[in-house]
């Protein structure tokens, strides 16, 4: 069971941070592309950027281009799950493979019966809202599920009111453990936050190598630490390191 950070709490002066983005640092909309930074989220992530020499990355599920045009680019972007990720000052890869055009196909058919629901391409994750019928999360991921039997890198996983198809190798924590290697993460005790079903192999890679999670909300994780929701995140953020 995680515990509850108190103010008392301060970051290890070698920290490496990485922050999950929907859930983590900004709320989740009905629209995720119509999701933003406030200027002050902005400039607390590049101060704390600074205090940690540039050891935070932006860890998101989010394909790799459209997670660079929401968090600054002077930070180090991973996206697509952790399957791609951008330097600071960089562009992002824009030649991201393309999920399978013919299960995609059939996949739209069989979603067509689904009211309110909306599909989103994602390079070689293929991303099902279900956000105005959150019990669905279940079922569309039985539905699908015959249809990937050609797809035997990809497996199916259940987020918060989204079901994505992705390749086994879109990993928080393959991508996470993959930073660490990188100047200048390596030597440093990885802190990972996140929300999701989604962070939890990032919690479990934080830990392998020393470090920990801290979970936005309640609920089983493996996760060390808890805080409450994103405005205690922010605060916590702020505090001096």
């Known amino acids: 069971m995680a515990t509850t950070l108190n103010k008392d709490f301060a970051f290890p002066s070698n920290a490496a941070l990485f922050l999950d983005f929907d859930g983590t640092l900004v709320g989740f909309q009905d629209n995720p592309y119509s999701v933003h930074l406030a200027n002050s989220e902005i400039s607390c992530l590049l101060n704390l950027n600074d205090k940690l020499d540039g050891a935070l990355a932006i860890i998101s599920g989010r394909d790799i281009v459209d997670l660079s045009k929401r968090v600054p680019i002077a930070l180090w972007r991973i996206g697509n799950h952790g399957l791609y990720s951008a330097a600071p000052d960089t562009p992002p890869p824009n030649d991201l493979p393309k999920f ?26 293929l991303a099902i809202h279900h956000r105005k019928k959150p019990a669905l999360g279940l079922a569309i991921s039985q539905a699908i599920s015959p249809l990937l039997a050609p797809l035997k890198t990809h497996i199916i996983q259940v987020g918060n009111c989204v079901v994505e198809i992705k390749p086994a190798s879109a990993n928080k924590g393959i991508g996470l453990r993959k930073q660490m290697t990188r100047d200048p993460f390596l030597g440093r005790i990885p802190i990972m936050i996140g929300d999701d079903t989604t962070d939890e192999e990032g919690f479990i890679a934080a830990k392998k190598l020393g470090g920990f999670g801290i979970k936005i909300g309640h609920g089983p994780t493996q996760a060390k630490y ?16």
């Open 100 to 125: 399978s055009s013919d299960i995609r196909r059939k996949i739209d058919t069989v979603m067509s019966q689904v009211p309110e629901i909306w599909i989103e391409d994602k390079g070689p994750v």
């Open 226 to 241: 808890n805080l409450l929701n994103i405005q205690d995140l922010y605060s916590f953020l702020r505090l001096p390191t």
